[in-house]
Each structure stands twice: as structure tokens, then as C-alpha cells.
């Protein structure tokens, strides 16, 4: 976030990553796409003292993964969190470390191509991140020299882009009391959200998903039928034919542009040249695909996308009728039998936009651009001995670190056993739940005269992890403790 | 992580209210010691610290209802010898 109105966002994603840049004064927002004009895969390929980030690690990546001087890490977004680290050529890399390359192609990729330079930037992560995610994620990008100003959910970034990249932009004043349900299928995950949109506060209502049912799945799907059919067509045997090393790669690479064709056009083929050999010949792979034949080959993949919903729709208990947008993002939502599955449920309730693969980083940018904080999503208090609760922070409090700092004096009912007890609790319109407890060793000898003072304090960090921390006021060493899992929404008003 | 296992909370609120006397404290020593805290006390643990205040003429002065209840949990029963809580009737 930037005093002159221009933000810079990204998406950080399982398969593909982008950045993009939004300016408040004319309200555009624009993605740092590669040269073909899609995100770049976030996979980093390390050959030699090298390292290689995008499409061109992707693309070589079945070429060269079984050699010993190559070496490609793939969906690390997975790994973070973990404490995780890769023994790449002998030395032991964090999940961090890698995902700062993914940081360090996104920041040098804008300033070689447009000459942008991203110093600091809102990053989009998923709903269910937690603070140990969020704290390595932001190790990667503080390596590549990128500072998070703050984290926003995913589908949040996502109804942000669409609404503020309107022309006219839609205000959400306009949607006040309305439910929306984000569908983001990308490459490597299907994530549901449903969002309820309430006096400026977008807030999640609940979450479903698919790990291993994405665009990554149905390029394989779909390289497995072409290569049966091109098997069947020429009367061969997978077991007489030698298999080039870069076939896989090339193969992959045309079955996903064939894929992505057969959104817009019926029919299409895949080539793949000198793909096989005999010890006499070379094949060829020509092969046409129809949109028909593909989308029956991952019929099933839909079906199960479509209970997804349902289930999202029953955790947050909706029912369809009382969702008002269907937002439809990620790659693979594209696909026509999936927009026909969803338009005989939704109606015309469904929001396509033509920046599906990238309009979450443009959402984060024009965040960052329009200074918008995130919010608490509920109310963190602490029970007291005598059963009441007390809250610590509201509803809707900006999650700042700067403004989250709150001190709170107590002492102890009972000291006999020498421990303080505090419970922490969040509060929502489901009701209170216990969050965690803290224990504070505290002196039992002074009873006769006072009770024990206790100083318990609590923070958020810029990670929006909560820490609370308790020391007894005859002894030296603090007791704390760290919350990763407070719910935050986002303050769009 | 939320969590199903509750420690009960034996931390209370310190306002510093400037009260000398929630209880008619008959110890001279005591007052002005700013004791309000003593109303959440648990009440076998006032009758451990200060006996007078559990004294059976004017508990019910002294003590919140919870507090006599939580002191008469602990009180050695007459009939069996124990800490039984008066259960020991029902048997």
C-alpha cells in the first residue's frame, strides 16, 4: 500500500502464481501475466547453481525430473506451515526458501516486462491458512524483498476484483444482505466459499473443497485418452514404443492448450511431434479431441464439484435459493459442462468474469490500493472465575498490529494450586467456543495478605496471529501462548 | 485450535475499586487492604484464610450464596466423618 493510491497483489497459488498492480484514482486494476498471457506455474527448477521459475520450469519438468543435476519443487504452497525443508543437491532447503523464488520471478518478471517494481504488496491466501502458513509465507516474500502489508482470503480478493473492476463499479451497498458463493477451480484445488456480505463486512459463512480434482488432473485425464486413441488408431502397444525424455512434458503442455481451446470451440487436436519411436520409425501424435469426449472424461470430476457445493451450502445452512451470486474464477471453471451444471442450480445468479485466472491478485491489488484492512470475523474475550465473559477485542475490530496491543490486569480467585488459569474464548452468531487456555504459574504464599496480581496481554501480529501472553506478579517468566486460527473477514466500507 | 477441554478460569478482573469493606470485616488489620476481591474467592477458600467470616451467625452476611455453597461442600460431615457434602443421608 502505497500513500499515492497504486497497490500491488498477489495470489501465491498450489500450481500458478500472479502479481498485478491496481491504481485507486483510475481504478484499474492489471495482472503481471508471462508472455503468453497467463499466470506463471509456481514451479521452481533448480539445475546447477540455477534456479528457474514459471513456464519454463513446468515445461521441463518430466524431461528432466529423474536426473541427478535437476531437481523441480512443485506445489510448495502445500508445504508451508510445516517447518518443512528439501534436500536439494545436499543441502536442506525450507518450504520458505523455495517459495521466495516464486516471490523473486513475481517481483522480477514486473520490473523487466513493466517496469514495475513491487516493494510491498497484499497477498491473497486461502481460507484455511493459518497464522504458521501465513508467518512462512511471509518469510518467502520478505527473502525475495517483498513486504506483506497484510493477507486477505482468497474468495474475498476475488469478490473485491469483481466488484471494484466493474465499470460501473458495483458497491456493496448494493448487495447488503446478500450471500455469495465463490467457486475457485484452478489447477490444483477446488475451494468453495460461501460469503455473507453484511454492512460493508464480507465475511465467510463456510468453506468445502477438492485437493487432487483440478486443471492438472484433467490435462493427465485427458493425455491418457489421447494416447489410447492414437494406441488403438495405429494398432501399437505402449510396450514396443520408446518414449522420448521430453514427450511427457510437450504432451502435458498441448493437452492443457487443448484443453483451454475446447472452452471456446467444439473440437480441436493434440500434436505432439517425434513422440515415440520404434527401432524403424518415428510417431507422431495428431490426435482430434471433441469438447464432448473431454468434458465425458471428467464427468465425474463435476459431479463431484457440484456436491461440494451442496455440502458448502449445508455447513453454512443455505439453501440455494438464498445465495444471490455465484462467482465463478480459476481456470477451470471455463468449462461449458460445468457452467450448464451450474446454470440449471443457479440460474442467472452466475458471474463470470474474463479475468477468472487472475482477478484474485487483481482483487488484492486494489485492496492494497484502496487501503482496506481485514477484520476480526469474531469476538475474542476470556471467561472469568465467576462463569462471565469478557471481551478483548469485537467483532470487526481491524486486525492491526500497531492498534492490536491490549493489556488487561486480573488476579487470582484461588492460588492454592499456583496456577492462574485463563481461558480464552471467540464468540459468534453460532455462540462461544473455547479458543485455548493459558496457565500462569502464580505464588501461593501471598494469600493471606492479597490475591495475586496477573498481567495478561494481548497482540496481533502482522500475520494476524493473535498472542497472548500472562506473567504473575511474583514471578519473573512470562507464560504465552500463540492463537493461528482467529477468523478474520474484511472491512470494505 | 478450538478446543473441547475447559479449564475452569480462576482469574478475575482487577477494576482497583478503592472499597475498604465489601464484608464487615471484624479484623482491624484487615481494613483498608482493599479486600474486594474477596467476593470471588472461592468460599472454602475464605473459610481456610479468614474463619471468622464463615462463622455460621453471620456467613449469610459475609458470603455470596454460591460461596456458602462451595464452603459447605468441604465442611467434615458430623454423621460419617467426611467431606461427603451431606450425601451421606441419601445412602
Redesign the interface.
Known sequence: MTSTGIGFGIDFGTTNSVAAIADQSTGRSRPFTDDEGRPHPSVVWYHGDDVTVGREAKEQINRYSEEGLHYFATSVKRHLGYEKSFNIFGKERSAAEIASEVFRHLKTHARLSRNEEIKEAVVAVPVYFDGRQRRELRQAADEAGVFITTFVHEPFAAIAGYLFGQEPEISLEQLDRSKILVFDWGGGTLDITVVSVKSGNLTELSTAGLNDRAGDKFDESLMNAVQSSFLTRNELNITELTQLKSTKDRFLVECERAKITLSDKKKDNVRVAQAYQTESKLYDIDESVTRAEFETLISQDIQAALHEIDKALHKANLDRSEITHVLLIGGSSNIPALKRALADRFGSRIKTVENAGTIIAEGAAIIAARQIWPVLAETIGINLSDGSNYKIYDAGTPIKSATGYKPVNMFCTDPRDGQARLVITSENNIGITIKDNLVIPVSPDLLKYRNERVEVKFRFDDDLILHVSGKGATKEKNESLELFDIKFGLYTG | ??????????????L?EKVDKFFPLYRPELRG?N?Q?LR???GD?IGE?YPELVDRRCIKNNLTPEQIEEYEQYLVCELCGRRCAGTCVLD
Open positions: 485450535m478450538d478446543t473441547n477441554l475447559q479449564l475452569k478460569p480462576n482469574l478475575m478482573l482487577d482497583s487492604q479486600r476481591d470471588y474467592l472461592p477458600l484464610i
